[in-house]
């Protein structure tokens, strides 16, 4: 007997934040999540100020085997002109029936809601973790994005889901600057006279983050998914992603005036600290982060992107230069992408490095018949 059962209480939310530890707890690859970060994006989020999310667990024979979240984005569906349901925090032991009802339940609110499709795994928008893994399960997950078994999408397709959009996440060593990425560094800060905002220290670093975020707005209006992100959200990431920082391996790129022209955001690899902290700060979690933080040879690339008016200038090397710099210096010997829109083919550029994809996740899509 499969039940399908809405979380309501505390309890019901802590299990559901902790079931895929238990799923992954033999997996070399998963890499968990902090605990209070997703007890915070559950339950504090300022997107929820315009979105439903319900939350689901999957129970057999009294045990828990798998959850589901379903989200309704108003603004989403609005502003893009859609009416559709997304599903995410999706995982599930490996039985069909039971991922059949999971889903089942999130398509019926969708049906109630008179939405017309669904589309997943993706969280309030692309700045949460999204996509499901189809190929690279024998790659340690990175803590921005979402591990899974590979029978994970032979669900997807045995269910009735198609492919909406892929991501690739590439990775290079990093043994010194290609030459012609020095010359044509040269080349554009002098014909666009575009420099690199340097910070003080970490306040300054702050004081400039809502104006990065706003460029981010602008610079990725058009990325799937994406919808600009409200005030609240701004300082809700600001507080999440810049608090914990290195200044170092932030690089803002500003024209003549001071404004800005694009961006990237670079952290030291947590994926080992956060797989021996399991998913905890406390005891003894926030100690193997903070030394990973300190000490590593592997820095993720976590956000990056160029004004779309200067899209096609070629300026975004003059950050990679940079941040190449920046890692040699501080010792990193790899260097791994943020997943990217396969269709976006702007992430070959990193096949200029000696880059090669480690990743694909998949965003799925299905219609909801009435």
Known sequence: MIIIQEVKTKKELKQFILYPNQLYKNCPYFVPSLYNDEHKTLTEHPAKSFCNIRLWLAYKDGKIVGRIAGIINHRYNELKDKKRIRFGWFDV????????????????????????????????????????MVDGFDVLTTISCEYNYPYYPIFMDTLGYEKEEDYIQMKFELSGIPEKIKVLNEQLSERYGVKVKEFKNKKDL??????FFKALNNSFVNVYNFIPL???????????????????LIKILVDKDDEIVGFSLSIPSLSEAFRKSGGRLLPFGWYHILRAMKKNNTVNLWLTGVLPKWMNSGVHVLYHYELYKTYLEKGYKYA????????NHNYRIWERYGGVPITRRRCYCKGLKI
């Open 230 to 248: 409200t005030d609240e959200e701004i300082q809700f990431h600001i507080k999440n992603n810049f608090s914990f920082a290195d200044k170092d």
């Open 93 to 132: 032991d490996d039985d069909i029936e039971v991922a059949k009802k999971l889903f089942e339940t999130v398509e019926n609110w969708g049906r109630q809601e008179n939405l017309l499709e669904i589309s997943g795994p993706s969280r309030y928008s692309n700045m949460e973790k999204q996509g499901m």
């Open 206 to 211: 702050i004081d400039s983050a809502e104006q």
């Open 336 to 343: 791994i992408t943020n997943q990217q829109l396969e269709r």
